[in-house]
């Protein structure tokens, strides 16, 4: 049977080993120089068949707020889709938050080695991000790539978030999109925006929406959006729809606003697009789209979401019956 481990990694040697309670489980007190001196908490949640199935290599799910796993429901639900048989196992790597999540969690640009920094009524986002989104895809990944045995490659690596940490998985997936293939973004805070000064200056430069508009498509990258219908109800562009759908609707498929102001969306960049998979149900699609009846912004709401995601990203193809 595997021993189970709670390490400390240090720079240059290996990890300190105590034992661990819960079976599958690997707990990491992990360095990250740009943040020193805190560490960040990794739990490793191993599929039940590795310790017997030693020639196997496994995909992985990356997912930000790592301390949030029981509460959206992560061992149960990977227990139930496993039983049903109606997913693929997979290593799911829950990186903890920063005591500063609001730091971190954002946007950044990667060839400028910089964080695309955007204004909320509870101070600056994102001023980490570029920090934290490089400490991800260039330490973590390899870490994990020489510590387990994983799938290699971007499609074999999912990056998930919700809320914020969501807003930094699709950066993640954006910027790296030779790491990561596929995203799951919860809730994303694409309302993040250079300028806050009026509803018109928001609309004009949400840092996400923008960041798609001067890019060009990331060949192989695949991303699914999930909303709650409920989240809220300002309606900053007054069309009826309110702003966490709109924001996400026009990162999908593009924005063109009263005024004439427009900006590209995956759409236009040549993804294809299923702007409801709750109706149109498929796998098939660059990026999707799943709406939430009655979703609101918590943890509730995204432990609906993830057995859907989790079916998108590892379902296994169903059998017709005899």
């Known amino acids: 049977m595997r021993a189970l481990l709670c390490g400390v990694l240090l720079v240059g040697s290996a990890p300190a080993a105590l034992a661990s309670n819960k079976t599958g489980v690997v707990q990491l007190q ?37 301390q949030d796993m029981e509460a959206v429901g ?43 920094v955007g204004g909320s009524p509870i101070g600056p986002i994102g001023t980490r991000a570029q920090d934290y989104s490089a400490w991800v895809a260039t330490a973590l990944v390899p870490y994990v790539d020489a510590h387990y045995r994983t799938r290699r490659s971007a499609r074999g690596r999912t990056m998930l978030g919700w809320s914020l940490g969501a807003l930094n998985a699709f950066n993640l997936g954006w910027q790296y999109p030779e790491v990561f293939g596929q995203v799951g973004a919860f809730s994303p805070s694409l309302w993040l925006a250079a300028d806050r000064g009026s509803a018109t200056a928001v609309q004009h430069t949400r840092l996400a929406q923008a960041m798609v508009d001067r890019a060009r498509k990331r060949a192989g990258l695949r991303m699914w959006f999930a909303v709650g219908t409920a989240e809220e109800t300002k309606d900053r562009d007054g069309d009826g729809i309110n702003d966490t759908v709109d924001d996400t609707q026009d990162l999908l498929q593009g924005y063109r606003g009263a005024d004439g102001f427009r900006l590209r969306g995956l759409k236009q960049l040549g993804y294809t697009v299923n702007m409801d998979v709750a109706k149109h149900p498929s796998r098939h699609a660059d990026a999707t789209l799943f709406l939430l009846q009655g979703g609101v912004h918590n943890q509730a709401s995204w432990k609906r979401m993830l057995p859907v995601f989790l079916r998108w990203a590892y379902g296994r193809p169903r059998r017709k019956p005899l």
């Open 74 to 116: 992560l061992p149960s639900t990977l227990a139930q889709l496993y039983r049903d048989k109606a997913i693929e196992p997979v290593i799911v790597v829950a990186i903890g938050m920063l005591a500063d999540r609001a730091s971190g969690y954002g946007l950044s640009d990667r060839a400028a080695a910089r964080s695309l």
């Open 30 to 66: 992990l360095d990250a120089a740009a943040f020193a001196p805190e560490k960040i908490a990794v739990t490793v949640y191993l599929p039940p068949d590795y310790d017997h199935a030693a020639a196997r290599r496994y995909p992985v799910l990356y997912a930000n707020d790592g």
